[in-house]
Nanobody, 116 residues
Framework: QVVLEESGGGLVQAGESLRLSCAAS????????MGWYNRGLGNQRELVAR???????VYAESVKGRFTITRDNAGNTVFLQMTNLKPEDGAIYYC??????????WGQGTLVTVSS
């Protein structure tokens, strides 16, 4: 079991930036990758970005060039730097951590709102 605590969500204007953080605690030694999903209005939860223990990253096409995922492995913290935010980025963002058995733990979510 990994406990994930997200922070950094808020209300911003289009074009502004926001940085999300997710701190993992518990059985963090088993983590293989961490990342972020979001759930917008009328949408299912979708992958935004992920990063594995080797630093390899995957991004949703819609955020490439605007969002950057990083991970502080020593601190068991993953970040999502979001720049040039668009109204369609507005969603609840959920952090996940996946262990070596493929099991995932999830944060409670942090709300990002982008006004036009």
């Amino acid at each position: 079991q990994v406990v994930l605590e997200e922070s950094g969500g808020g209300l911003v204007q289009a074009g502004e930036s926001l940085r999300l953080s997710c701190a993992a605690s518990g059985r963090t030694g088993s983590i293989q990758q961490m990342g972020w999903y979001n759930r917008g209005l009328g949408n299912q939860r979708e992958l935004v970005a992920r990063i594995n223990n080797e630093g390899a990253t995957v991004y949703a096409e819609s955020v490439k060039g605007r969002f950057t995922i990083t991970r502080d492995n020593a601190g068991n913290t993953v970040f999502l730097q979001m720049t040039n935010l668009k109204p369609e980025d507005g969603a609840i963002y959920y952090c996940f951590a996946e262990n070596d058995l493929g099991s995932r733990d999830w944060g409670q979510g942090t709300l990002v709102t982008v006004s036009s």
